[in-house]
C-alpha cells in the first residue's frame, strides 16, 4: 500500500479497483488520491464503508506508517503508487509485474487450476468436433494427460475494464498475468482484444507495443463470439457480464466461453434475488448452467484477485436447460437499476 497518510478507500472491503469502463466499486492498491501537506496536517477524508458517505475525520497524531520491507508476502511493487507516463518505463514495470507473478506460488497453484480447468474445457469441445467431423486441430490442441493443456491455439481472448495501469498497480498486475496467461496457453496476441474507454494515449502504446489489439469502441460487453473465445473481466460491473451473456445467449455461443473474472456465484449471494432477476437476468439465468473454479486464494495478491473464477458452460448442461429459459431475448436496459456499473457508449 502507499506510504501516504491520507487514502480513498473503497467501500467494497476486499479492495478492488476503479476503472471508468466498468465503474468499479473497490478502489485498488496504488490508486490512492493525495490532498495537500497543509490540509494533511489537520484533516482527513475516509470513506466511510458502513454508512457509504464521506465522513470529515480528525487526523490521528500518532498514526504510524505502515512498513512492509520484513513482509515476504506484499508484491514489491504494491508500495508504490507514482504514475509511470513514459512508455519505455511503464514497459519495465509490466514486464517487473510478470516476472513478480511467475516466480510466486500463487502462479504456480494458478496453472495447476486453470490447466485442469481447461483440460475440461478442451476435452468436451473435441468429444463435439469429433461429432461433427470437425478436425480438434481447428480448435485446440489438447494432450492425452489430464490438467495438461498445452494450447489454446486458435482462441481470441478479449480483456475490459483492466483500468490505468500506467497509474494503478492492480491493474498493473491484472495485465502482468494476463500476458502470462497468454502465454502459457499459447493464445496469440494478435488474437488478443482489449478496451477501457481510460486508457491513456502512453498505456495504449505500450498495449500495442506488446502485441494487443486495442479496440476503439465501447462495445459495452455486448461482444459476439464465433469462435472460442476467452474473456479477461476482472472486477467489472454486473452489467458488462450480463450483457455479455445476452449478446450471446445460445447453447452454441455459451459452450464456446471462459469468463475469467467475478463469481457468479458470489455475485448471486451478495445480491437480493428478485434485484438479480429484475437487473441481471442472464446472470441469473445462466447459474443453471455455468460451472466455477475459483482462483487460489493467496494473501500476496489478494486485492488483485479476490472473488475471482474461471466459468465456463458445459454442452450437456445447456442443453439440459428448459426451453422457455432460451426464449426471452430481450436487451438489458438498466432503467430501474439504481447503480449501473459501466458508462453506457453515448453515439448508440
Known amino acids: 500500500m502507499c506510504s501516504s497518510e491520507q487514502e480513498t478507500r473503497s467501500s467494497n472491503r476486499k479492495g478492488r479497483k476503479i476503472s471508468v469502463m466498468s465503474l468499479k466499486p473497490p478502489l485498488s492498491v496504488g490508486c490512492q488520491h493525495h490532498i495537500s501537506e497543509k490540509q494533511a496536517g489537520i484533516w482527513e477524508f475516509r470513506y466511510a464503508m458502513e454508512s457509504n458517505d464521506w465522513q470529515m475525520v480528525?487526523?490521528?497524531?500518532?498514526?504510524?506508517?505502515?512498513d512492509f520491507s520484513n513482509n515476504e508476502k506484499q508484491p514489491p511493487e504494491l508500495s508504490r503508487?507514482?504514475?509511470l507516463k513514459d512508455c519505455k518505463n511503464l514497459m519495465q514495470s509490466v514486464c517487473g509485474t510478470m516476472e513478480?507473478?511467475?516466480?510466486?506460488?500463487?502462479?504456480n497453484s494458478c496453472q495447476k487450476s486453470l490447466k485442469q480447468c481447461l483440460y475440461i474445457q478442451q476435452t468436451a469441445a473435441s468429444e463435439r468436433n469429433r461429432c461433427k467431423g470437425v478436425g480438434v486441430e481447428q480448435y485446440l490442441d489438447i494432450t492425452s494427460e489430464e490438467g495438461s493443456c498445452s494450447s489454446l491455439c486458435s482462441c481470441d481472448c478479449v480483456c475490459y475494464g483492466l483500468g490505468n495501469f500506467s497509474l494503478c498497480v492492480t491493474s498493473r498486475y491484472q495485465l502482468g498475468f494476463l500476458l502470462l496467461f497468454l502465454d502459457l496457453f499459447k493464445i496469440p496476441r494478435c488474437q488478443s482484444y482489449i478496451f477501457d474507454p481510460i486508457f491513456s494515449p502512453s498505456e495504449i502504446s505500450v498495449l500495442r507495443e506488446l502485441g494487443f489489439n486495442v479496440l476503439l469502441e465501447n462495445e459495452?460487453?455486448?461482444h459476439a463470439v464465433d469462435k472460442p473465445t476467452v474473456f479477461y473481466m476482472l472486477h467489472c460491473g454486473k452489467a458488462l457480464y450480463n450483457n455479455l451473456l445476452w449478446r450471446n445467449w445460445s447453447a452454441k455461443s455459451l459452450s464456446k466461453m471462459?469468463?475469467?473474472?467475478?463469481?457468479f456465484k458470489g455475485i448471486e449471494e451478495r445480491l437480493l434475488s428478485r434485484i438479480l432477476q429484475r437487473d441481471y437476468l442472464y446472470i441469473h439465468k445462466s447459474l443453471q448452467a455455468v460451472e466455477e473454479t475459483t482462483f487460489p486464494e493467496n494473501s500476496q495478491f489478494s486485492d488483485v484477485f479476490n472473488d475471482t473464477s474461471v466459468h465456463r458452460f458445459p454442452t450437456e448442461k445447456l442443453r439440459a436447460l428448459p426451453n422457455e429459459l432460451w426464449q426471452c431475448e430481450d436487451e438489458p436496459c438498466y432503467q430501474e437499476c439504481e447503480d449501473l456499473e459501466i458508462i453506457r457508449n453515448q453515439t448508440r
Open 58 to 66: 480528525k487526523k490521528k497524531k500518532s498514526a504510524k506508517r505502515k
Open 258 to 263: 471462459i469468463i475469467i473474472g467475478n463469481s
Open 100 to 107: 513478480n507473478i511467475k516466480t510466486s506460488e500463487f502462479w
Open 220 to 222: 459495452e460487453g455486448k
Open 81 to 83: 503508487c507514482e504514475p
